[in-house]
T-cell receptor, first 112, second 113 residues
Framework: NAGVTQTPKFQVLKTGQSMTLQCAQD?????MSWYRQDPGMGLRLIHY???????DQGEVPNGYNVSRSTTEDFPLRLLSAAPSQTSVYFC???????????FGSGTRLTVV | GQQLNQSPQSMFIQEGEDVSMNCTSS?????WLWYKQEPGEGPVLLIA?????ELTSNGRLTAQFGITRKDSFLNISASIPSDVGIYFC?????????????FGQGTILTVHP
């Protein structure tokens, strides 16, 4: 099992550009989430999903879109990147909320 | 929204010492999780707690789910250099609300050999 796979690992964007951060899991987990991590602020929830076709907003959803068309994939879209979105992004998945969440290794995004 | 206060923010200890850190919440959680994060990696689950009063161990690590459901602590006994990292607590509700983990700010642990 690969677990939770995030791509790319590093990305530099110019302000106003768009991109999609990819997340895939092969554990048949129903629950998937996106977090951003900034120094001194822990991890903050952006969007989450409790199953295919179901998504909801977290603590800091502005500027980000998600969709969940399959159980395995949960992409995060930045429509118009801003410097405030410079951060490390983590995707995580869980089996129906039990056993904790498994995290990917992260995508380090810089917006200039 | 829900907030978790994790303390201390950082700890500098000697190898062999015991470590204690805790999290308190402004509201009730039904699940408490403790994670460790090493540089360049995602958080890794250490201990999961699902019941108020529950005390769970994982090797040298012990965590407890507070009776009020608003707090949790993590103890590390006889620390070793590889314990270095950032430790996070996280709280969640049950059911589909489990999708909304709330994290503490983290405790940075440094262990001097």
């Amino acid at each position: 099992n690969a677990g939770v796979t995030q791509t790319p690992k590093f990305q530099v964007l110019k302000t106003g550009q768009s991109m999609t951060l990819q997340c895939a899991q092969d554990m048949n987990h129903e629950y998937m989430s996106w977090y951003r991590q900034d120094p001194g602020m822990g991890l903050r929830l952006i969007h989450y999903s409790v199953g295919a076709g179901i998504t909801d907003q977290g603590e800091v959803p502005n500027g980000y879109n998600v969709s969940r068309s399959t159980t395995e994939d949960f992409p995060l879209r930045l429509l118009s990147a801003a410097p405030s979105q410079t951060s490390v992004y983590f995707c995580a998945s869980s089996y129906r909320g039990r056993g904790g969440y498994t995290f990917g290794s992260g995508t380090r995004l810089t917006v200039v | 929204g829900q907030q978790l206060n994790q303390s201390p923010q950082s700890m500098f200890i000697q190898e062999g010492e015991d470590v204690s850190m805790n999290c308190t919440s402004s509201s009730i959680f039904n699940t408490w999780l403790w994670y460790k994060q090493e540089p360049g990696e995602g958080p890794v689950l250490l201990i999961a707690l699902y019941k108020a009063g529950e005390l769970t161990s994982n090797g040298r690590l012990t965590a407890q789910f507070g009776i009020t459901r608003k707090d949790s602590f993590l103890n590390i006994s006889a620390s070793i250099p590889s314990d270095v990292g950032i430790y996070f607590c996280a709280g969640a509700d049950s059911g589909t609300s489990y999708g909304k983990l709330t994290f503490g700010q983290g405790t940075i642990l440094t262990v001097h050999p």
